[in-house]
C-alpha cells in the first residue's frame, strides 16, 4: 500500500463505534487531530478519553443525530467554519432487512435522511471551505451493495448507489481544486450494523467478512492513491466484478439468491 496521507484534522461521522472508531484510533495513530461526531455521548467521550492517553492527540467530542435538521446545521457549521479540518469521512449510516411494502415507512425514511440528506449537507458544507483552501478530502462510506439492487433491503442498497454515484461525481468536479473525494465500497465487516438492522448473516463464509480496521486501512490507501471508488477486500471486487458483467435485468434477482434473508416470501 502507498505511504498514508497526512492528515492534520479529520472530522468522523458515526465514530462512536465499527468503522467510524477504527477511523478514530487509526488516523490518531498517524498524528490526526480529531473532530468525533455521533450521537452516544458516553461512547465518544470514551473513545476520546483513550485517544488523548495513548495517542496525545487533540479530541473534540460533537454529540448530534444528523437525522435531526438543527443538529446536522450544527456539524456542517463546523466544517466549513473550520480550516484545520482536512478530511471529512462521512461514515454514519444504517440499514433496515426486511421487504420495503412491509418497513414502517419512517424507518425507510430515516435511512434516506442519514445515508443521504445528512452526508450531502455535510460534503457541501466541507467543500465550501476546502476550495477556497485549494486543499482537503472527502471520504464517503458507500457499500458493495451500491451495486446490487437487494430486494429485502431495497431502500439501503439504492442510498449506497447515491453514495457512490455522488462521490464519483464530485471527484470529477473538485479534482482540479486539490481535492479528493473517494466512495469506499465495503461488504461484511464485522461491527454492529448487521445486528442493529436485523440482517440475516448465517450462512457468510468467513472469506467474505473484513474487520473494520482492514476496511479503514484500505479506505486510507485508496484516499492517497486519489481513487474515486474502492471497493475493499479481493472477494468483494471479484463478485462485483462479475456481477458487472450480467445483464442489469438479472442482479436484483442474483442479489435476492444469494444475499441472507432477501429470499421471496
Known amino acids: ?20 472508531r477504527s477511523f478514530a484510533e487509526i488516523l490518531a495513530e498517524q498524528g490526526t487531530d480529531l473532530v468525533l461526531v455521533a450521537r452516544d455521548t458516553k461512547r465518544l467521550d470514551e473513545l476520546a478519553a483513550q485517544i488523548r492517553d495513548q495517542h496525545s492527540r487533540h479530541v473534540q467530542v460533537l454529540t448530534a443525530d444528523l437525522t435531526r435538521a438543527d443538529e446536522l446545521a450544527t456539524v456542517a457549521e463546523r466544517l466549513s467554519s473550520d480550516p484545520a479540518i482536512d478530511l471529512l469521512v462521512n461514515n454514519a449510516g444504517f440499514g433496515s432487512s426486511g421487504f420495503f411494502a412491509d418497513l414502517d415507512l419512517e424507518l425507510a425514511e430515516g435511512q434516506i435522511d442519514l445515508n443521504i440528506k445528512a452526508l450531502t449537507k455535510l460534503a457541501h458544507a466541507a467543500l465550501s471551505r476546502m476550495r477556497s483552501a485549494g486543499t482537503g478530502s472527502i471520504i464517503n462510506l458507500a457499500s458493495g451493495a451500491a451495486f446490487l439492487p437487494t430486494p429485502g433491503a431495497a431502500v439501503y442498497a439504492a442510498t449506497k448507489a447515491y453514495v457512490t454515484s455522488f462521490s464519483q461525481a464530485l471527484h470529477e468536479e473538485v479534482s482540479d481544486d486539490g481535492i479528493t473525494v473517494t466512495a469506499v465500497c465495503p461488504g461484511f465487516t464485522r461491527t454492529e450494523f448487521q445486528v442493529r ?69
Not at 486519489?226 to 479481493?234: D, F, K, L, Q, Y
Open 197 to 265: 438492522g436485523s440482517f440475516a448473516t448465517e450462512g457468510v463464509p468467513d472469506f467474505a467478512w473484513q474487520s473494520a480496521e482492514d476496511v479503514v486501512h484500505e479506505s486510507l490507501d485508496a484516499l492517497s492513491r486519489r481513487e474515486v471508488v474502492r471497493i475493499t477486500g479481493r472477494p468483494n471486487r471479484a463478485m462485483l466484478g462479475l456481477v458487472r458483467l450480467l445483464p442489469l435485468s438479472r442482479i436484483a434477482s442474483l442479489a435476492a439468491r444469494f444475499t441472507p434473508g432477501a429470499g421471496k416470501h
Open 1 to 20: 500500500m502507498n505511504p498514508q496521507p497526512t492528515v492534520a484534522r479529520a472530522l468522523i461521522t458515526g465514530a462512536s463505534t465499527g468503522i467510524g
